[in-house]
């Protein structure tokens, strides 16, 4: 964790355009920090990056960061999410996108030597993002191994982040961003150097990337313009790296961008097909002797050729002889299950081998194969490739569907999971495969239900409403589908409720987002709630403002020595309707603002003014007010007293209550009166409304 310094554009605690809270420092740049931030709307932990006053007054730099926030329309798994470009009040431009918790590639290739599997894995996945970023018209330019994040660790979930403007350099990288150039030089393809990029570049940089995570090392290429120039124009020295890593590296790192892949896409299916060990041909020693091997042999042919033709003379091995197997390149096996059909075709060494495949897949599917479902040949990429795979296939009997190609040396699966914990559970079984297999699986499983019916999840959301009743809704009408954003609303009586709610939820939603748009209160404020009667909002509203300026307070946030201003709105045309006001305090007292004992009256018709149609009835004054009239009442937050406090307005046909309540009572108290006087009374409610006053230091 960083410590904040008296330099930094934002200080923990402030609050960005009545919004974004700044929690902590995650980094810091030369052009700009990036900040670990809060939204007080919809509660949800954010980063923000901000570019210091000098950029932000720089066409060049604030051209970037609109360009990288037009990334909002991505939603992918592999592209960090943005959500919107602003500009404080001093000039700071910032922008504001989800947080992606891990580590970078840059920092890990300094922790530990990153495995080739691995690595094949984030290209995979980076280059999947690439796809759906070039898709739109977007070029990273800067990729490189600080902008590839590594959620929770996982090389199957990296993350491409920093599209356009640097954050903190990693170790010897250089970002530079002009009118001809902007990128990484270590990382930079040699178009780049002359202002030129396509999404040819952003795959040099991957390459590039790769080769430096695999050598543990940033690459040094030279400390001025010219000697970069001609490090650039040469191809990269990777000698050393084993294949297919080197030949994918060589590949996305041709000097010539022609002889890169066109397209993400095409680099994609090239790194599946190289997972086979026949498309990487090795040279066999010349073995020594050769001449007198040669004699030797031809010695034994011609005793085998003289035995065999005696043999065949004699008709001993007429009906013996057999045609030879055909050699399988690559030696291949599919297999699918889904919706209750399975498919299996490919390879087998020998009937015993084919015996066992055509069993362990019958075990996985429950359906058995026809016995000529697999074809004889010779060609094993190694020769504990049937064993293998015969070990493989009862592994996928959890799914609920999958399909599994392999071609050589290389798998690839894909398979959707009941639930999570079933994905997950799998994912560990395979990884224990994958260490003794002689074949590199790249799996892609999804957890399900496929389909998710919102009410299965109801018993939950009963079972933790600790504050009324939860909502929990998909984008779009249920039931939802996978990849869904699932938000579930309403009040909780304390953070814990938060978290166990989503713990509760998250294994039974599968691949779908949980997003809480909950509001904290306590105990005593949801105790109040828990009597007051359910009606639709718009007879009666409350404003809050702000004393010292008389502005609205949309958030309801107020810090030490604030004001809160509180007006209770109405439609001028209610008339004969009595209002009753009361704030929910977090010490578990109540305490009744209207009535009270200077102002006794309550009937609306008495009370406020009325303009353009809207009545307005101020109950909690400014202090200025409050010095001008001490009949009025005010309130300021003082140092220690934070929390949050509710304020609720009944508009009722008839007075609420018989007498007037006292000054304040405990919330116990009032929340039995309130039972007492409502009940039957339901046709004599025109209107609730409350807001929260979130009081913080």
């Not at 290389?410 to 994912?427: C, E, F, P, T, V």
């Not at 008389?550 to 109405?570: F, S």
């Not at 004599?684 to 913080?696: P, T």
Request: hydrophobic share 40%.
């Amino acid at each position: 964790m960083k410590d904040p310094k008296p330099s930094d554009i934002f200080r923990p605690g402030q609050v960005l355009n009545n919004t974004y809270e700044i929690r902590r420092i995650l980094g810091r740049g030369g052009t700009g920090e990036v900040y670990l931030a809060f939204n007080q709307i919809t509660e949800r932990t954010l980063a923000i990056k901000a570019l210091n006053a000098r950029f932000s007054g720089n066409s060049d730099y604030v051209e970037l960061m609109k360009r990288e926030e037009q990334m909002r329309n991505i939603i992918h798994d592999s592209v960090v999410r943005y959500s919107e470009c602003s500009r404080t009040d001093d000039g700071h431009v910032f922008l504001v996108m989800d947080y992606v918790e891990g580590v970078s590639l840059s920092d890990l290739m300094f922790e530990r030597r990153v495995e080739d599997r691995e690595l094949l894995i984030v290209a995979h996945r980076v280059l999947h993002g690439l796809t759906a970023t070039h898709a739109q018209g977007i070029v990273h330019r800067d990729l490189s191994p600080d902008n590839i994040i590594l959620r929770g660790g996982d090389a199957d979930k990296a993350t491409i982040i920093d599209f356009g403007i640097a954050k903190d350099t990693a170790t010897g990288a250089r970002t530079i961003v002009g009118t001809s150039f902007a990128g990484k030089y270590e990382y930079a393809a040699p178009e780049q150097l002359e202002g030129h990029a396509d999404f040819r570049t952003d795959l040099y940089a991957l390459g590039a990337s790769l080769l430096a995570v695999a050598r543990r090392e940033v690459p040094d290429v030279g400390s001025n313009p010219g000697a970069v120039v001609r490090f650039k124009r040469d191809a990269l020295d990777t000698s050393g790296i084993s294949s297919p890593l080197r030949d994918l590296i060589d590949w996305l790192t041709a000097p010539d961008a022609a002889n890169r892949p066109a397209t993400a896409e095409v680099a994609l299916t090239r790194l599946d097909q190289w997972l086979k060990p026949d498309s990487h041909p090795t040279t066999r020693a010349p073995g020594k002797g050769r001449s007198g091997g040669a004699f030797r042999w031809v010695l034994v042919l011609g005793v085998v050729a003289v035995v065999g033709l005696g043999l065949w003379a004699s008709g001993l091995v007429q009906g013996l002889m057999t045609p030879p197997l055909p050699v399988a390149n690559p030696y291949s096996l599919t297999a699918t299950f889904n919706d209750g059909s399975a498919t299996l075709d490919g390879n087998a060494p020998n009937d015993e081998s084919a015996a066992d495949l055509r069993a362990a897949f019958a075990g996985a599917t429950g359906i058995t194969p026809p016995d000529g479902s697999l074809t004889l040949a010779t060609g094993l990429p190694s020769p504990s490739w049937p064993g293998d795979v015969t070990a493989l296939l009862p592994l996928l009997q959890p799914l609920d569907r999958w399909d599994l190609t392999i071609s050589g040396a290389g798998a690839r699966l894909n398979g959707l999971a009941s639930d999570r914990a079933g994905r997950d559970s799998l994912a560990k079984t395979l990884t224990k495969w994958q260490d003794s297999a002689a074949i590199t699986l790249i799996s892609d499983l999804i957890a399900g239900p496929e389909q998710l019916d919102p009410t299965v999840l109801e018993p939950v959301l009963t079972d933790l409403s600790s504050c009324g009743p939860l909502t929990l809704r998909g984008t779009g009408d249920p039931p939802y589908a996978l990849f869904d954003t699932l938000t579930l609303t309403g009040d909780l009586a304390s953070a814990a409720d938060a978290d166990a709610l989503t713990a509760r939820l998250t294994p039974g939603i599968g691949d779908r987002t949980l997003r809480l748009a909950t509001t904290t209160l306590n105990a005593d404020l949801c105790a109040i709630r828990a009597v007051l009667p359910p009606y639709p909002p718009g007879a009666v509203s409350i404003w809050l403002g702000r004393g010292a300026t008389g502005e609205a307070a949309l958030t309801g946030v107020y810090h030490t020595d604030d004001n809160p201003l509180v007006d209770i709105q109405m439609p001028a045309d209610i008339t004969k309707a009595w209002l009753w006001v009361m704030v929910v305090d977090n010490t578990g007292k109540v305490f009744h603002v209207l009535p009270n004992i200077n102002q006794t009256e309550h009937q609306v018709d008495e009370l406020g003014t009325v303009q353009n149609g809207l009545r307005r009835i101020r109950v909690l004054w400014s202090l200025d007010e409050f010095a001008a009239d001490t009949k009025r009442l005010a309130m300021q937050v003082t140092e220690g007293d934070y929390g949050k406090s509710e304020v609720v307005a009944l508009l009722t046909r008839t007075p609420l209550f018989d007498m007037r309540r006292p000054r304040d009572e405990s919330v116990s108290s009032l929340s039995e009166a309130l039972a007492e006087t409502l009940e039957g009374r339901e046709d004599q409610i025109l209107g609730v409304a409350s807001r929260i006053i979130d009081a913080r230091p």
